[in-house]
Each structure stands twice: as structure tokens, then as C-alpha cells.
């Protein structure tokens, strides 16, 4: 007697149906982000969903969640320095947080912040995590020895560049791109008020 060998189901866990819920709403924003949507992308039945989620808004305090700690990890992270190598860091994360190679986590970005101006609990979210980017920032430039209200307002314009840049198409505006992003990320993180720091190398 042949035995015919049936293909296993796809066998999706929590953090599955997640991640892929993160890949639709970057690329269709939050309204785009439908159970039955996601199942098919996933190519499995609305059952399945169901087994791990009470019902959408389930999944989408989930999303949050996970977007939540994500961004907190890695603000920390990349603004974590050794004494005397602030300025450097400085210059780090405005070069990581405004590169191209972010494209992908700003349409996140974007599609979160277009959600927080409709909902109240992804608005406090939203708000929490960039309270802690500008404060992790601000440290660095007061490690500097920038003064706390100038450290503050270099902060706040260090996100308003990184964020602003994300959403703009300027290469035909100047030549040299290369050197234009570095000249502003002078302007950013260079303080004549600040004691003479190492330089970032």
C-alpha cells in the first residue's frame, strides 16, 4: 500500500502574527491592518489568529507593545557611550536614524503616528517613547557639556531633523548630499557653549 505524505501546516505562534501585522500596517497604515487580510498573507485560516488573539484590537495593543520595546531597546542602545566618546555618539545617531538603510523602520514609524492621532492608548505609547529618545539624547549632549536648556533644544532638533529628512526627496536640491547631511549634523551636535570635546572619529 503507497503512503502519500501530507505537507504539515504552518504552524504560527503569537509573535508570527505580529511581525507580519507590523509588515502590512508600514506598508497600508493601520485602517489597511484586517484579520482576514493577514490571514491570507500568512496563508492560514482566521482560526488561527483567534487561538492567539481575543480579537483585532487584541493584535493591535500587541503591535504597540512590541513597537514600544523595540524602540526603547534600541534608542538606549545607540545612545549608550563610554566617557569622553559622547560627541561621537551624538554623531552616530544622527548618522543611523538618518540613513536610508532606516527607511523601513520610519514607514513604521510613520504609520504608529498616524494611528496615535486616532487613539488615545497608542497616542500615550507614542509619547512615552519619545520622551525617553529626547532625555537619552539630551544626556549625551549635557555629558558634553552643553547647558541643560540648550542640551534640550539640540535634542529636539536632532529628532525634528531625523525625522523631517525621512520624509523629504532633496538629492536634486544639492550636489553633494554627503556633504550637506554632514555640515547639519555639525550644526546639531557642535556647541560653542560646551567645553572643548574629543573629537568624533
Do not use: N
Not at 492560514?44 to 507593545?65: C, E, N, P
Not at 526603547?72 to 566618546?85: F, M, S, V, Y
Not at 554623531?91 to 514609524?109: K, L, N, P, Q, T
Amino acid at each position: 500500500m503507497e503512503k502519500t505524505s501530507k505537507k504539515p501546516r504552518t504552524q504560527l505562534d503569537r509573535q508570527s502574527w505580529i511581525t507580519a501585522a507590523i509588515e502590512v500596517m508600514a506598508e497600508e497604515g493601520i485602517a489597511g491592518l484586517r484579520v482576514e487580510v493577514l490571514a491570507k498573507r500568512l496563508k492560514v485560516t482566521k482560526g488561527s489568529f483567534y487561538w492567539h488573539f481575543d480579537d483585532r484590537r487584541d493584535l493591535l495593543m500587541a503591535i504597540l507593545q512590541h513597537w514600544k520595546e523595540g524602540r526603547l531597546c534600541d534608542i538606549i542602545k545607540q545612545t549608550r557611550a563610554q566617557p569622553g566618546k559622547e560627541l561621537a555618539q551624538i554623531y552616530h545617531v544622527i548618522d543611523v536614524y538618518s540613513a536610508s538603510r532606516s527607511r523601513r523602520g520610519m514607514m513604521i514609524e510613520l504609520a504608529v503616528r498616524d494611528w496615535a492621532r486616532r487613539d488615545a492608548e497608542a497616542a500615550a505609547i507614542v509619547a512615552e517613547v519619545d520622551d525617553v529618545r529626547l532625555r537619552c539624547a539630551r544626556d549625551l549632549f549635557l555629558a558634553c557639556g552643553v547647558p541643560m536648556e540648550e542640551a534640550s533644544s539640540r535634542c529636539m532638533l536632532l529628532y525634528a531633523y531625523v525625522f523631517g529628512v525621512s520624509l523629504m526627496i532633496y538629492e536634486k536640491f544639492d550636489s553633494d548630499v554627503v556633504r550637506l547631511k554632514r555640515d547639519i549634523a555639525d550644526l546639531i551636535a557642535r556647541s560653542q557653549s560646551a567645553r572643548p570635546p574629543e573629537a568624533a572619529t
